[in-house]
């Protein structure tokens, strides 16, 4: 069987071994997103709750838990505090893009508007805290407060260097550990916390968090281009958004780095400027395979991987180990 089949699929197969917390959390979710005076606050909620994602991130928290041999039910908790955390960020990036479709389906701001949007997103970070208060551990608000922090920062630095052609790969980094990889890492972490084991132990799996969405990252923006070949066809889906709204991506950014005086001027019309012609995305795409970016960036990813899965090393042999393991290989697996 391939990636591709929903049973080898190493998301599915840890939600399977997470079921009961998983329902835990979703019930959580749907206890705290109530709201007894603005019933809006539910309906948006629920339109981006219940549109299919993959709650990976939750399930993370979940994961480090019990693999660290937890008991208690805090981290149903704080699975759904992450959760939220993650909702609210949809809310806004939605806002903020302009995006009209998410998950297959019309965003939040475009059913309703966008100030319904960014107050439902307000909401949810405050549920997201009450939810991490409840726990009772100080280093756990910490560590999920610096992350929602983190996060903001992330979007705000993604803002400022957007249509940046000097925008360099330092800063590509700094982008994405705060807009994708701070929220795998603190997931990951504190869950470690939570089950009380030692700072090496949690450190462990927040180094596996954070190389887990560093590469989730980097593949997203990769399989935009088409994946490592930048053949459409393979991928099954469309390929230039990132182009046509003149993001920069990492394989962007180093062929940018490695462009002549000719290729410059191309980038500094279509992103700088964004005078953007029938041709130029065939042309960014093959300005891309000419340069190795889009296998450079593959390359990576699977460095980011690798210092995901030797993070784990210390952490005990247990089924729950093995289909993290596999996650992050699949993170990469999937633009192949």
Request: net charge negative; proline share 3%; aromatic share 4%.
């Amino acid at each position: 069987m391939s990636l591709d089949t929903p049973a080898t699929k190493p998301h599915d197969r840890l939600r399977t071994v997470l079921a009961a917390d998983l329902d835990g959390v979703n019930g959580l979710i749907q206890a705290r997103m109530a709201s007894e005076h603005a019933p809006r606050i539910p309906e948006v909620t629920a339109h981006l709750v219940e549109a299919g994602g993959k709650r990976i991130r939750p399930m993370l928290t979940l994961a480090a838990a019990r693999l660290c041999g937890y008991s208690g039910d805090n981290h149903v908790k704080l699975a759904a505090t992450v959760e939220f955390i993650h909702t609210a960020t949809l809310l806004h990036d939605d806002v903020v893009d302009e995006s009209g479709q998410r998950r297959g389906r019309p965003t939040a701001n475009l059913l309703w508007d966008n100030k319904s949007s960014v107050l439902v997103g307000d909401y949810l970070f405050a549920r997201a805290f009450q939810l991490m208060v409840e726990t009772g551990s100080l280093r756990v608000l910490d560590i999920l407060s610096n992350a929602a922090a983190t996060i903001a920062e992330g979007e705000v630095l993604q803002l400022t260097a957007a249509s940046n052609i000097e925008t360099t790969e330092g800063i590509y980094l700094q982008v994405i550990r705060g807009k994708t990889a701070a929220l795998f890492e603190s997931a990951c972490e504190v869950g470690g916390v939570i089950a009380d084991q030692p700072d090496d132990i949690v450190r462990a799996l927040a180094t596996y968090g954070d190389g887990l969405g560093v590469a989730f990252q980097m593949a997203d923006d990769l399989l935009d281009w088409g994946g490592a070949t930048g053949d459409a066809k393979a991928i099954g889906k469309n390929i230039g958004d990132d182009f046509r709204e003149r993001k920069l991506t990492l394989p962007v950014i180093r062929a940018i780095a490695a462009a002549d005086a000719e290729q410059r001027a191309f980038w500094v019309r279509t992103i700088g400027k964004g005078d953007q012609r029938d041709g130029d995305l065939d042309h960014a795409l093959g300005l891309l395979r000419d340069h190795g970016t889009l296998a450079a960036t593959r390359d990576a990813a699977n460095s980011y991987v690798a210092q995901a899965k030797a993070a784990l090393a210390p952490l005990p042999d247990h089924e729950i180990k093995h289909l993290m393991l596999d996650l992050a290989d699949y993170v990469v697996a999937r633009l192949n």
